[in-house]
């Protein structure tokens, strides 16, 4: 017989099946337990023998029943069936233990377990974030994927033979049965978490995976949502003076940038200039909030007055996906030329057809910069000072006539590097002051705005906006970066609008970017006109009222901003939380025991109400509903 004869007479009639199983099974069942166990000592590094065991609970169930569901399988076939379960399961434990590494390695990075739908998204934008991906790959990373790769391939048929001479004896009938009623025990068991821990942090990845779409369908219910249809068309400005003469409006968003409020203790102030300006120029609320801690999500917000679509598709960039008219074409009715910038790519995010539905004429990314002299900013994008020479000979050509200038900047995106730049120690954490860093260069950019604004004469008409987009995490309730950071942290922005006519000014309470639009055609002499709701000016003296936010991920967590309280709720992932804001800023003390339940429970009702109202609203006006 051949070679190649004996191969396939080899795969045909495999020896050993019972040891190369085993061998194949059980160490990928360990490697989940041992892995969360490492994720345990990363988070929960005073947890308690109890504590420890509810955590991994779900991965030596899920293990166990790995191992039984397959062994099984192949005690109950015969013939050609058993080699094809044989085999599948060297491919399914393949896919199991490569899953399991992954989601080890996103959630010590960021907190937060993988899902479909980031998946989906990361398959998808797969050119845009390799950069991303790159970034992240680390020699324990690479030993992880490389021993599931051995331990599915090479183990197994090495040391199938030994593995055959430890299981001698065939279980009878009986034991057969006992093992399928604890495969189906193991399994239920495997879904079980403690209900004061995180269920996604609890759950093995696969149980994690399966369950994420069942608890998303759980987490809305339909009836709490109206189905309002919006009015783009009735929106418009009126000037309250036609004489007046018209203000520039030029708005900063700053990339990842968390409020100054929310810093640890630092060797020197990290945003001196913020600082300076809210204390004397600035109009500003006394808590600042982004509406979902996502890029594209949070500009929607602030140049268009209404809340994002709450997917994590990006629908924000396609073609008329928008029911509402924003600020450029907006100010563009009344005469404004309009442009914006930006120091990163145009292709992530598909930013481009995000800015052209907002209404602006003209974009400009880094693509089209002259990048000579300049420093890479992270993995997709150039420092920020990059914005400044394009932006002021635009400004020599047009600043006679109004204009909206908008601007993104991108240096404190993860992975907070920024080459050539000489750094200062804010703080002993490697990876916290890294950011700080980038954070201080963004607080320079915005001084040399502002400088270029004075040099050219056009300071005192133009009306500033500077906001962040969204916050960034570092562990600070277990959670990093920010898409899922609901906390603070991931949620509370610098926002000042500083109008050289007026005096700073602090406005009582909380406001989030949704008030940008009103506040800005409140002091260019406009009234906003439209059938939609929108927040109040900040100026005008009215109350914000309940403020919503919620995470990028569905069906995860969102909250609501009443007075002096936040209330997060959790979709049942555990309990709810309650922080009084104003006494426990850091959000260090859950008041959820103290508070009368039935009225945390109302707060939830309000959140995830808001959440089904804008999604009807969305595929109303794009007829998906």
Avoid at 518 to 542: I, K
Wanted: glycine share 8%.
């Amino acid at each position: 017989m051949s070679t190649t004869g004996k191969i396939f007479d080899r795969l045909r009639r495999p020896r050993h099946v019972w040891g190369r199983l085993v061998l194949l099974l059980v160490p990928m069942a360990v490697m989940g337990v041992w892995l969360k166990l490492l994720r345990i000592g990363a988070f929960y590094s005073d947890a308690g023998p109890l504590e420890v065991a509810a955590k991994v609970s779900s991965d030596v169930a899920f293990g166990a029943a790995w191992v039984l569901l397959w062994l099984l399988a192949c005690y109950f076939t015969r013939g050609r069936p058993r080699r094809t379960l044989f085999y599948l399961a060297h491919v399914a434990t393949l896919a199991f233990g490569l899953l399991t590494v992954i989601n080890h390695e996103y959630m010590i990075r960021t907190g937060t377990p993988l899902t479909l739908a980031k998946m989906a998204f990361a398959i998808s934008e797969g050119g845009q974030l390799g950069g991303l991906f790159g970034s992240q790959i680390t020699a324990s990373a690479i030993a992880l994927i490389v021993f599931v790769v051995l331990a599915t391939t090479v183990l197994p048929t090495v040391l199938g033979s030994l593995g055959s001479r430890l299981i001698r004896r065939r279980p009878t009938r009986r034991v057969k049965v006992v093992a399928a009623t604890a495969l189906v025990m193991l399994l239920v068991a495997s879904t079980w978490t403690a209900p004061t821990s995180s269920a996604a942090f609890s759950l093995s990845a696969p149980v994690q995976l399966a369950m994420s779409p069942v608890r998303e369908a759980q987490a809305y219910p339909a009836a709490l949502g109206e189905s309002p249809t919006p009015d783009p068309d009735s929106t418009k400005l009126v000037a309250r003076d036609a004489s007046a003469e018209q203000k520039n409006v030029v708005v900063i968003t700053l990339e990842s940038q968390r409020d100054s409020s929310t810093f640890p203790e630092t060797s020197e102030p990290v945003t001196p200039i913020l600082d300076a300006l809210k204390e004397d120029v600035a109009i500003a609320p006394e808590r600042g909030y982004t509406v979902l801690p996502h890029t594209s999500k949070a500009l929607t917000s602030v140049y268009c007055g209404q809340t994002p679509p709450l997917d994590n598709q990006n629908s924000e960039a396609d073609p008329g996906s928008l029911p509402m008219r924003c600020l450029p074409e907006l100010l563009a009715e009344q005469g404004y030329n309009t442009t914006f910038y930006q120091s990163a790519t145009e292709n992530f995010e598909r930013r481009r057809g995000t800015v052209t539905n907002f209404g602006f004429d003209e974009f400009t990314p880094v693509d089209e910069m002259d990048t000579a002299g300049y420093n890479k900013a992270g993995y997709f994008g150039w420092e920020d000072d990059i914005m400044l020479a394009p932006e002021r000979e635009w400004l020599e050509a047009n600043g006679d006539e109004p204009f909206l200038m908008g601007m993104l900047t991108v240096t404190a995106h993860h992975d907070y590097n920024l080459d050539g730049w000489e750094t200062i120690d804010f703080v002993d954490d490697p990876l916290l002051n890294k950011y700080l860093n980038v954070v201080h260069y963004q607080d320079q950019f915005v001084g040399k705005v502002l400088d270029m604004f004075k040099d050219l004469g056009l300071y005192d008409d133009t009306i500033f906006v500077i906001t962040g987009d969204h916050g960034e995490g570092f562990g600070e309730h277990r959670i990093y970066q920010h898409d899922d950071t609901i906390y603070d942290e991931g949620l509370r922005i610098p926002y000042l609008i500083i109008d050289p006519s007026r005096d700073a000014q602090t406005v009582d309470g909380a406001a989030n970017q949704l008030a940008v639009v009103p506040t800005v055609a409140d002091l260019a002499g406009f009234d906003l006109v439209s059938n939609d709701e929108y927040h109040p000016s900040l100026v005008s003296g009215d109350e914000q009222g309940t403020l919503f936010a919620t995470c990028y991920a569905r069906g995860k967590c969102a909250a609501t901003f009443t007075g002096e309280y936040k209330v997060i709720h959790h979709f049942g992932d555990r309990r709810d939380e309650v922080f009084n804001l104003v006494e426990d800023p850091h959000e260090l003390h859950d008041l959820a025991a103290e508070m009368d339940s039935e009225w945390i429970a109302e707060q939830a009702d309000a959140a995830v109400a808001w959440y089904l109202t804008t999604e009807h609203a969305y595929a109303n006006f794009r007829g998906e509903e």
